[in-house]
């Protein structure tokens, strides 16, 4: 049986209201890491190549979408080791890449509370949704979405 002290600290799911929101995240994209991800999981020329990817629609190699996706979660994560974690999440609406991601690029996250709805067969949990909005050093917005969150009902 896990010990209550041993059990991560969550995010009561009544501290979310509309219109919150939250800017945290300063992950730095690395040459490396682009062509690594690649390598594995997106393995075409402009995400490999640095030379091929001049002659791509993104002038210069950068990293897949689904890279992006993974280098947002990791900055997800990070703030919620901060500041209490979900319980999960049942997924994500309207993703869109809205530019590349290039090598050099630091990105960060703005999250707004666009709903909160308490579960209507758990009333234990609610559900958060958020926009969530990536951006480079720039401030140029790279990458949005819809994220759901399930968070513990203390009331």
Not at 76 to 99: Q, Y
Request: negative net charge; contains cysteine; charged residues 20%.
């Amino acid at each position: 049986m896990t010990e209550l002290t041993s059990m991560p600290n969550y995010i009561p799911f009544e501290s979310f209201e509309v219109g919150q929101v939250k800017k945290f995240g300063a992950y730095r994209v690395t040459e490396a890491e682009v062509i690594e991800f690649a390598s594995k999981y997106d393995p075409q020329y402009f995400h490999l190549d640095h030379e091929a990817a001049k002659n791509s629609l993104f002038g210069g190699l950068c990293a897949s979408g689904w890279h992006t996706c993974a280098m947002t979660m990791s900055m997800m994560v990070a703030n919620m080791d901060e500041n209490g974690t979900s319980l999960g999440s049942p997924g994500i609406d309207e993703l869109r890449w809205l530019r590349p991601v290039y090598p050099g690029d630091v990105l960060s996250v703005c999250m707004e509370v666009l709903e909160t709805r308490p579960s209507r067969s758990r009333p234990d949990i609610g559900i958060v949704s958020s926009k969530v909005a990536v951006s480079n050093q720039q401030g140029i917005a790279v990458m949005e979405f819809i994220s759901k969150g399930i968070f513990r009902r203390t009331a």
